[in-house]
């Protein structure tokens, strides 16, 4: 909601358009705003349909960006016959309850091995009183193979004694657990998936960003973290180039190879295979070992305090009319 607020202060309230299905893209001629850019190809027309009234919809722009998430429409109409998500059989159940603040309340716990066998809780807002309750996430994942037809997404709703099943196995020394469950709201299960690497995440005028490129396993908190470096460097690339072509692949360049390899780290426990190396070792992960895992991994997604202070800067100073 910060983001939603923010975009209708500063390009105003009809900028964000709900309800709006979108159905497939061409290039057109011609676009409402030339003055953009110049016009070195033809623009892109999106059909979409409206959804409170089923009229069919369609906007001209001189880019159109596929922030769709990981069923993107628009990433199937520039890979066709990607087919449906990958899961890797681990089911994800999620809720939300009041509790009292874990471990002083800046903690993130993440308890178990590898995926199929973890618990994950922390906070999202701050309690009214100090020490009181206040709205916990938390996540329980379990195995399931996999149909032939691939992951279920229907995000099922688990009833709470399915819940307390499945946790009837773990015991916390710091949260009770069964309280927990027994104070969420809705509890639903969600697969853990990702896609294939993607070679190309342009096409002239049309790119995606975020899940619609690099959908990937919640490893190491990057799924939503990268997808706003995308929104980022995308902002930054046309604010230098005229030519809207290049100006994706400005983009794209410096975001895909890069990513393509952080959702095979994720395939692969990413951050988290230290969790799984002290499960294998029976205790704690020395610490040269632990440091290298985690410094690796930060390597990969381009978070080292070294890259972060030497890479050129992606803010986009504003422009005059």
């Keep these: 909601m910060l983001l939603l607020d923010a975009v209708r202060t500063r390009i105003g309230p009809d900028a964000v358009r709900t309800g709006m299905a979108f159905e497939r893209f061409e ?23 409206d959804r409170h009234t089923g009229a069919p919809v369609v906007i001209e722009a001189d880019v159109l960006v596929g922030a769709d998430g990981i069923d993107s429409r628009l990433r199937a109409q520039l890979h066709p016959g990607e087919g449906p998500p990958r899961g890797n059989g681990v089911r994800m159940w999620r809720g939300m309850s009041r509790y009292p603040h ?9 308890a178990g091995g590898r995926p199929g066998d973890k618990f994950v809780a922390y906070p999202v807002a701050d309690p009214a009183l100090e020490g009181g309750p206040t709205l916990m996430n938390w996540v329980l994942e379990i195995c399931r193979p996999e149909s ?36 969420s709201t809705d509890i639903h299960e969600y697969p853990m998936v990702d896609r294939d690497l993607l070679p190309r995440w342009s096409f002239g005028r049309v790119t995606l960003v975020g899940d619609a490129a690099h959908p990937m396993y919640p490893m190491g908190m990057n799924g939503g973290s990268q997808s706003i470096v995308d929104a980022r ?10 030519d809207p072509v290049r100006a994706l692949e400005r983009y794209e360049n410096p975001r895909r190879e890069p990513l393509n390899q952080l959702v095979l780290a994720n395939r692969e426990l990413g951050p988290e295979k230290i969790i799984a190396l002290a499960e294998e070792i029976g205790g704690p992960v020395p610490v040269e070992r632990a440091t290298a895992v985690s410094q690796g991994y930060k390597e990969l997604a381009g978070c080292t ?15 005059g009319p």
């Design 233 to 242: 460097v995308l902002a930054w690339a046309p604010a230098r180039h005229d």
């Design 102 to 110: 874990i471990l002083g309340g800046r903690a993130i716990v993440v």
């Design 27 to 49: 290039r057109c001629e011609r676009s409402g705003h030339e003055e953009l850019f110049a016009r070195q190809e033809p623009g892109v027309a999106a059909h979409f349909v």
């Design 148 to 183: 032939g037809e691939g992951p279920d997404r229907f995000n099922r709703r688990i009833p709470t004694d399915e819940a307390l099943a499945g946790l009837a196995g773990w015991e916390l020394p710091w949260v009770d657990l069964p309280e927990l469950i027994r104070g």
């Design 305 to 319: 305090t070294a890259v972060l202070n030497s890479r050129e800067s992606w803010s986009v100073s504003p422009v």
